[in-house]
């Protein structure tokens, strides 16, 4: 039995994170928001993403915060200690939603297959 509710972590502006959540409710499953940009990134948590998927899959660099970035700072992004610093630094270098889902399992980025085997938990509760 599942005791806790999955968080989608993100920026509520990102169409990502908007189509993320909308699959979710659509759907009926319940959830927690955690928005970078009204309650910050929390560093444990992102320990915690780095460790499970690798800060390369982590770091958004298609986005216009990456793009906006000088060289040199880009440059200065060479492994997880350093990205952790530049992502904490600017949420939206973080890609978008990161789910914590209550089996454990932290997934980066939204698609309907995605969420659905992990809702497949979600109907079990």
């Known amino acids: 039995m599942t005791t ?3 968080v989608l972590h993100g920026i509520s502006n990102c169409d990502t994170v908007k ?3 909308a699959w979710l409710e659509d759907r009926g499953f319940e959830h927690r928001f955690h928005d970078f940009k009204k ?3 929390p560093a444990a948590a ?5 460790a499970a998927a690798g800060w390369e899959a982590l770091l958004n660099r298609q986005g216009t915060t990456w793009r906006k970035m000088d060289a040199a700072s880009k440059s200065a992004v060479v492994d ?3 990205a952790r610093a530049a992502m904490l630094a600017h949420s939206s270098l973080i890609r978008r ?3 914590e889902w209550p089996n454990g399992d932290t997934t980066i980025g939204f698609s309907p ?3 659905r085997q992990h809702a497949v938990d979600l109907t079990a509760a």
């Open 4 to 6: 806790t509710l999955p």
């Open 19 to 21: 189509r993320a959540r």
């Open 39 to 41: 309650d910050g990134v």
């Open 46 to 50: 992102l320990e915690r993403w780095v």
């Open 80 to 82: 997880a200690a350093s």
């Open 97 to 99: 939603p990161v789910v």
């Open 113 to 115: 297959e995605l969420f």
